[in-house]
């Protein structure tokens, strides 16, 4: 946050110097603002300057731009603070703006970025902003400060905001448009008449979190319907409790195969740690699993709203803010990178926010923070290129960072593995069959009764659709995914380039490339496994592309057949004479996502098989078909 009084705001050419602060700030961190959005920074803030000068408030108030807000990582435009109230300005240099396509109230259409999109309600996004503030900044409660927001759109008339102003909600903060000047320097003089102290924003800006009374209530009242830990969960969370108490600089590391119970250990831990006023913020290194979780929570309706506000995207640990939280719990930590791990790999084969996290050091950067970190490894789950992050990783990484930071050390603790299968209804043995299989000499030490683990192989995706439709018939849960294998070189062109087909009788498409397209009928959702990861069901099925074979008595990879579009082989199917190395990561990357689709059921697990050498090697080991 850069912090100034009014009298520094309030100059002639205030907008020009503060852009060009901010402009600097931006560039240290690697992002290069466009000349169109330095404009736009030079007339709001001029827009602002002008504005606060003309409403005669005491020189002495303090003004914060761009202040990062810890919990969300977001930045709010302007923090004007007195001596009893912090007001949140947003401020927003649109035209106009018209409801958005689809049911979400809290959504409007705007130009913005070189293009019309939808965006997020200035009034909701503000509302956010108020409270964060209100419910995570200890210094903020201490001092019984009113917290409040305005969104001042100094462009738009009245007119060209109707759309606003119709879906904004009662008690969200106000909208002051263009002609709404006189009112908005009125609404100011009542809100900020006194100063405050000389250093209050820099102490709320350095504030460690710390959740609200009215959170801690609410979780008090949920314990009873947390899950019961067992065996060695108990111990792991425990453990971390009581070393939590103590002096932080803490690392843990806790394993733990698929199903092993690391995701309900880690909200476990969440939890206590909030219910008893201390910070956690919990991310994971599956970006789709924590969506999916989050999701989960909100449907349940059985955890409170500011639960859901700590469990935040893994980008945002590595944010200076996250320094304030007491503890970190990373879950699927095997996807931290490390900047002299993994496969160098064209940006241009990543989406922008995963090429941007494998150029960072996230498990060192991680280190950094000034709490404990609890970190949930599992070594058989690296389904993308850049996952490399091991135990070995992470031992040197801790020696690594006492050796350069002799005044903050860390302990690296490594509780014991948890082993007690959660999810499978043979447990360890459904466990072992999968990674007998899966290992890479391909043999698998263990046959399956097919009656007993619900583990059959069909004889057609059609047949592993009519399977999973006769069980959600019956009230189970089903999900069905797939190795993304599909579309093949010579595929004929599916409806919206998004979908594809096996054989005759099979018509599917992926999530992720269909985004928000209506599929035309007949088409089915198969997860790949960026989709299912950290989620499961009562019955899975699981189709087995091409890539995964049996040969000469062993189960081999065919990197090759991976479709192009599957970024997480970081183009290591698309390169004509890959290395050892290369083709190494590819047979990894094959193997742990089948590992995964395979282990995501509670009941069952339907399969089919490409590869028909494979299929009859399954059908031998599972008793049959």
């Known amino acids: 946050m850069h912090i100034c009084t009014l009298k520094d705001v309030c100059r002639p050419d205030f907008g020009r110097e503060m852009a060009g602060v901010l402009q600097k700030a931006m560039e240290a961190k690697g992002n290069v603002p466009s000349r169109q959005e330095w404009r736009s920074w030079i007339s709001s803030l001029q827009a602002l300057a002008d504005l606060l000068a003309e409403t005669g408030l005491d020189e002495k108030i303090l003004a914060g731009f761009e202040g990062q807000l810890p919990l969300s990582g977001k930045r709010a435009d302007v923090v004007l603070a007195s001596r009893r109230c912090l007001l949140v300005l947003e401020l927003k240099q649109w035209r106009s703006a018209e409801p958005a396509d689809g049911e979400r109230p809290d959504l409007v259409r705007t130009w913005t970025g070189g293009d019309r999109r939808d965006v997020l309600h200035p009034a909701v996004q503000t509302a956010a902003y108020v409270r964060e503030l209100a419910e995570w900044n200890r210094e903020v409660r201490m001092l019984e400060l009113e917290v409040t927001g305005a969104v001042w759109l100094h462009n738009m008339s009245r007119r060209s905001g109707q759309a606003l102003l119709e879906r904004q909600e009662s008690g969200e903060p106000p909208l002051f448009f263009r002609e709404n000047r006189e009112m908005l320097k009125t609404w100011l003089q009542t809100m900020l008449s006194e100063p405050p102290a000389p250093d209050l924003l820099w102490r709320i800006s350095q504030s460690p979190l710390r959740p609200a009374p009215l959170l801690q209530d609410a979780l008090r009242h949920s314990r009873k319907r947390t899950i019961c830990l067992q065996g060695a969960q108990q111990r792991v969370f425990s453990g971390i409790l009581e070393a939590a108490k103590c002096s932080s600089g803490r690392i843990h590391v806790v394993q733990g195969g698929p199903g092993t119970g690391k995701t309900v250990v ?163 043995a459904a466990l072992r069959f999968v990674s007998g299989l899966l290992d890479r000499k391909g043999a698998a030490e263990d046959s399956l009764d097919a009656q007993e683990s619900g583990f059959r192989v069909m004889a057609t995706p059609r047949a592993v659709v009519r399977a999973l439709e006769k069980k959600q018939a019956q009230g189970d849960s089903v999900r069905l995914c797939g190795g993304r ?35 035309p009928e007949g088409y089915l959702r198969v997860d790949s496994v960026q989709d299912i990861q950290g989620q499961e069901a009562d019955w899975t099925g699981v189709l087995i592309g091409p890539d995964l074979v049996f040969r000469q008595g062993n189960v081999q990879t065919v990197w090759h057949k991976r479709t192009p579009q599957d970024w997480l082989m970081g183009g290591l199917q698309q390169q004509l004479h890959p290395g050892p190395a290369e083709c190494q990561v590819a047979d990894r990357i094959i193997r742990d996502t089948y590992r995964v689709l395979l282990t995501r059921a509670r009941e069952g697990c339907f399969v089919w098989c490409a590869d028909k050498e494979l299929k009859a090697y399954l059908q031998e080991l599972s008793g049959g078909g």
């Open 266 to 428: 880690a909200l476990q831990l969440l939890m206590r740690l909030l219910e008893q006023g201390r910070s956690g913020l919990y991310t994971s290194g599956c970006a789709p699993a924590r969506r999916n979780l989050i999701g989960s929570i909100k449907e349940a309706g059985e955890l409170p709203r500011g639960f859901t506000d700590t469990l935040i995207p893994l980008t945002r640990t590595l944010a200076p803010g996250c320094s304030q939280a007491e503890v970190i719990l990373v879950d699927d930590a095997q996807r931290l990178s490390r900047k002299h791990k993994g496969i160098a790999v064209p940006d241009r084969s990543l989406p922008p926010a995963l090429a941007a996290l494998q150029r960072s050091d996230s498990l060192d950067q991680l280190l950094h923070a000034s709490g404990d970190l609890v970190l949930f490894l599992d070594e058989t789950q690296q389904v993308s290129a850049d996952d490399a992050c091991t135990l070995q990783d992470i031992r040197q990484a801790v020696r690594d960072h006492n050796r350069t930071h002799p005044g903050n050390p860390k302990d690296l603790i490594v509780h014991p593995v948890l082993q007690e299968q959660q999810r499978m209804r043979q447990g360890q």
């Open 485 to 519: 294998c599909w579309p093949a070189a010579g595929q004929k062109e599916e409806p919206g380039g998004c979908g594809f087909h096996i054989g005759s009788g099979f018509f599917g498409y992926w999530p992720q490339e269909a985004d928000q397209k209506t599929m």
